[in-house]
Structures are given as structure tokens and as C-alpha cells.
């Protein structure tokens, strides 16, 4: 069989590393591409990967998500391999919970905006010229997308693209940050979806959800954000081991993603989101104003 290459981002822990493991796992024809920020980190991970699988076929290539101009350097590197990719997966992302500084990156944007959404975006439009003829795209989205209301926040509702990307101080120490990326992640994948759709691409585009893990997306492991989850939603939690099961089942498998646009919800079954994700104003505005945003990288 020929090579699959599988580019994971966020594969250095938690879920990404998780569902890597089980990819690589699978067969040794896939080939694992872990973008990381710290190599030497990366290279403790590789190993636990070929230990876990028996598959040494994994690569490191420097990429911070957080740090736009970081982007393209990784794509003229991954080039240089002359791969084309099975599937990318758009894993990576920053909660923040318990945080309470504003954080703006070197470009001036919020670094949950960029980090869980406008660096993928890039990464996704930079590497779509190499994906194979039936690729598969996932970006791991969240039911947070559509969060259970609080004191603080009783309504969730749109409040435009820039609104987000350059917050307020007070929005920029608000969790809804979080629920918000994850809501650019689904609108992200239904436009690419429509967009691929009307190119006659055979590109497959979907988004996973893991649940809520104790993993390092929660800083500081912020006791009491779960103990509300647990009492509000317990149904929102996820098990790591399942959840990255299955991830990497839908990755590996080409029997079980025939179609894009949908939500995995911790296993291998779609289900629907929630209305607002499905507004077609809001995708485009992101995807314009993201366009935007990268005129100048």
C-alpha cells in the first residue's frame, strides 16, 4: 500500500497525542507529521509514539500556532518531504480557563483567536494544494460551541468576527472566548465544505468533538470550571481513551467518512450542532474577515 501521511497539530499531549499513537498504530503505512513549538519536547513524544505503535515513521517539524508568521516556514518545510496528505488534522488549541490577563499576539490579536482558529486557517488554506485527491480534513471542535448559560453569561449569542479578534478588556478574560473559537471551528468546516462543494473537490471536511478531558486545554486544571460542568452538563464530559478511539478510527478508517460538513460527537456517529453554528453570514464573515486579517502573511 502506498504511504498515508497524517499531519497532526496539537499532537505533543492529550487528545492529539492520543489519537497519533493509535493512528500510527493502525498500519505502518501512515506516516505521522507532528507540527511542535518545543522539538526537543517533540522528540520525547516521537518516542512514545514509535513504543507505543512500532511505527517509527514520524516526523517533527517546528510550527507555533500562535505566532502567524511561524506558518509558512512550516509549509515550505513540510515541501520539501514532496508528501501529499491523507489527512490533516487541525487538533490544536488554547482554553485559557483561569486566566485572567489579557493576551494579544505580535500581530495584535487575541491568542485564543489565533491559536484555536485564524493559525489554522492559514495552515489549512497553505496546505490544501497538497492534499490527495480524497483527503480528509478534521478540526476538533467542541459542544462548548454552544455553551451552557451562566450568571455571567445567560445568552450566547454573535457578536461579529472583530469583536473576537481584537476583545475588549472585558471579553478578553472571558471564558466565551473559548465557546466562541469552537464555534469558528464548525463555521469554519461547514464554508470549506460549501467551497469544496461548488470546486467539485473530493476533499472531505468534518469536525470532532472529544468531550471535556482533564488534559492541558484546562491551565492550572481550574477545579471549579469542571465541578460546574459536572453539575450543569455532565453529559459534556469526555474519556480520553474513547474519545481518541474514535478520532483516530475516523482518521484511519475509509469506510466510515463518505461525506463533509458533519460532527462527530465522541465516536464515529455525526449529530447535528446547534442553530447558530449553521448561519451562513457568520461563516462568511469569518472566512472573509480571516482573508483579512493574512493580507499581509
Not at 526537543?40 to 512514545?48: T, W
Not at 473530493?202 to 460542568?229: K, S
Request: net charge negative; glycine share 6%.
Amino acid at each position: 500500500m502506498p504511504e498515508k501521511v497524517v499531519l497532526i497539530t496539537g499532537a505533543t499531549s492529550g487528545l492529539g497525542l492520543e489519537t497519533a499513537k493509535k493512528v500510527a498504530k493502525q498500519s505502518q503505512d501512515f506516516h505521522i507529521i507532528i507540527p511542535c513549538r518545543n522539538i526537543k519536547k517533540g522528540e520525547a513524544v516521537k518516542q512514545q509514539i514509535i513504543e507505543y505503535s512500532g511505527n517509527s515513521n514520524i516526523d517533527l517539524l517546528y510550527m507555533d500556532l500562535s505566532d502567524i508568521s511561524s506558518i509558512k516556514p512550516f509549509v515550505e518545510e513540510f515541501k520539501k518531504l514532496n508528501k501529499s496528505i491523507y489527512a490533516l488534522v487541525c487538533n490544536a488549541g488554547i482554553s485559557r480557563f483561569g486566566k485572567n490577563e489579557k493576551e494579544i499576539t505580535a500581530e495584535g490579536f487575541d491568542i485564543i483567536f489565533v491559536s484555536n482558529h485564524l493559525g489554522h486557517f492559514l495552515l489549512t488554506k497553505l496546505l490544501l494544494p497538497f492534499m490527495e485527491k480524497k483527503g480528509k480534513i478534521f478540526y476538533t471542535s467542541s459542544d462548548m460551541h454552544n455553551p451552557p448559560p451562566s450568571e455571567e453569561d445567560p445568552k450566547f449569542e454573535w457578536i461579529g468576527v472583530d469583536a473576537l479578534a481584537h476583545p475588549d478588556d472585558k471579553l478578553a478574560v472571558s471564558p466565551q472566548r473559548y465557546a466562541y473559537s469552537k464555534l469558528f471551528n464548525l463555521y469554519y468546516v461547514y464554508e470549506l465544505t460549501r467551497r469544496l462543494k461548488a470546486e467539485k473537490s473530493e476533499i472531505l471536511v468534518n469536525a470532532f468533538n472529544p468531550g471535556l478531558m482533564r488534559t492541558h486545554l484546562i491551565e492550572g486544571g481550574n477545579d471549579q470550571f469542571y465541578e460546574f460542568i459536572r453539575i450543569n452538563v455532565p453529559e459534556r464530559y469526555g474519556d480520553l481513551e474513547k474519545s481518541s478511539s474514535a478520532y483516530a478510527e475516523l482518521i484511519y478508517s475509509d469506510d466510515i467518512v463518505l461525506s463533509s460538513g458533519h460532527f462527530y460527537d465522541r465516536s464515529v456517529r455525526p449529530c447535528f450542532t446547534s442553530p447558530l453554528s449553521y448561519n451562513e453570514e457568520n461563516a462568511k464573515e469569518l472566512w472573509e474577515k480571516s482573508e483579512e486579517y493574512l493580507k499581509s502573511f
